[in-house]
């Protein structure tokens, strides 16, 4: 009798595929969370800078000051912008907005710590003035991931932007 020869894998080779693809697996895993965080990071900046834009028109469209108000709590960092009395909103540790006197919210952001996402800004507020059309006090605001990287806007008193990207 002729013995034919079998097919398929053996136990040794399918051991050795599954060691690799762990070992695979073990690699892109924190490269990819890494990557999702700097994503992360991006996408609150551009929402950043659109939320910003959005205010100056509005100021400069409805003759009111609006306020730009920033918030970090051990749970987590955002902002709120409003039309009202320049303290009146605030956002509380689980990042919720709390309005009082009759503001007008028209934006927040929360970040909260566990994304590994961060919004840190040099001024506690920024008052956009529609009648001289600019915003008082001039600061940065700086969003990042956890490694680091992400971008940091300067705010001019015209209301103009610049953005960096900080590696």
Request: glycine share 10%; net charge positive; charged share 15%.
């Amino acid at each position: 009798m002729n013995a034919t020869p079998s097919r398929g894998f053996t136990v040794i080779e399918g051991l050795v595929c599954l060691s690799i693809a762990s070992l695979l697996t073990a690699v892109a895993v924190p490269a990819s969370s890494a990557l999702m965080q700097r994503h992360r990071a991006q996408g609150q900046s551009s929402q950043f800078v659109a939320h910003f834009h959005q205010a100056r028109m509005q100021s400069i469209g409805n003759g009111a000051s609006l306020h730009l108000r920033f918030f970090e709590h051990s749970t987590g960092t955002g902002y709120t912008l409003h039309q009202g009395n320049r303290d009146a909103c605030t956002l509380t540790p689980q990042g919720l907005p709390d309005c009082t006197d009759g503001a007008q919210l028209i934006a927040t952001e929360w970040l909260p710590a566990e994304r590994g996402v961060r919004l840190q800004a040099n001024v506690a507020r920024m008052t956009l003035n529609p009648g001289t059309m600019t915003v008082t006090p001039t600061g940065s605001v700086t969003v990042r991931d956890s490694s680091g990287t992400g971008h940091q806007h300067t705010v001019a008193i015209t209301g103009r932007i610049r953005s960096e990207v900080l590696r």
